[in-house]
């Protein structure tokens, strides 16, 4: 079965006024994830003056990034081209992966992987490709 991702409610949010955002804490099994998201939402909320606390400092440069296209696993023999991690950069026609009848899997555009899963089931989502949001960067 096809999981949801988190972040396909963002059109509803956006629609009804809001805006919404994934942020990327760390792997699953790095001890320091949990931290970085807690202060990632203190930091939101001491920015919007929601808690009494000082407002972190602006950072000095920012990079948004749209998730444009998603992969699926197609069969268990699907294979990466290389060990990718979240973010790695690609160039438009590069080989990220190989189908398990050797058809290629190419960058549909220059940007980045993100959300890698070497043991995504078929039928599931493998990879995410994302390029620069201009809005959302600077």
Known sequence: MRRAAPFLDFAATRSAGGCALTLECGQHEDPQAPQVAWRAV????????LVDAPAPPPAAAMEGLRLREVVDREHAGDAFAR???SFDPVRHGER???RHDGREVLAPFD???VFPDERAEPGAEWFYCAQPHPRLSR
Do not use: D, E, S
Not at 42 to 49: D, G, I, S, T
């Open 111 to 113: 940007g980045y992987i």
């Open 96 to 98: 990220v992966a190989t």
């Open 42 to 49: 203190l930091n939101v909320l001491a920015h919007l003056r």
């Open 83 to 85: 060990p990718w991690q």
